[in-house]
């Protein structure tokens, strides 16, 4: 009896890896990158402290 063709082995495993960490990389990138994941934190803090209008009140 032989082996199945789609038994997974260490350059199997290895390949599926870098497949997953490639799809999450141009996922990534289509969604705007890293650059926008620190606009957006920006926006979020600045959210949170008052501005200079609610704060002369």
């Given amino acids: 009896m032989t082996d199945s063709p789609f038994k997974l082995n260490r350059t199997r495993i290895f390949l599926l890896a870098m497949g997953a960490l490639i799809l ?13 994941y620190q606009a957006l934190r920006d926006a979020a803090s600045a959210g949170v402290q008052p501005s200079a209008e609610q704060t002369a009140n």
Avoid: E, H, N, Q
């Fill in 24 to 36: 999450l990389i141009t996922i990534s990138m289509m969604m705007g990158g890293l650059g926008s």
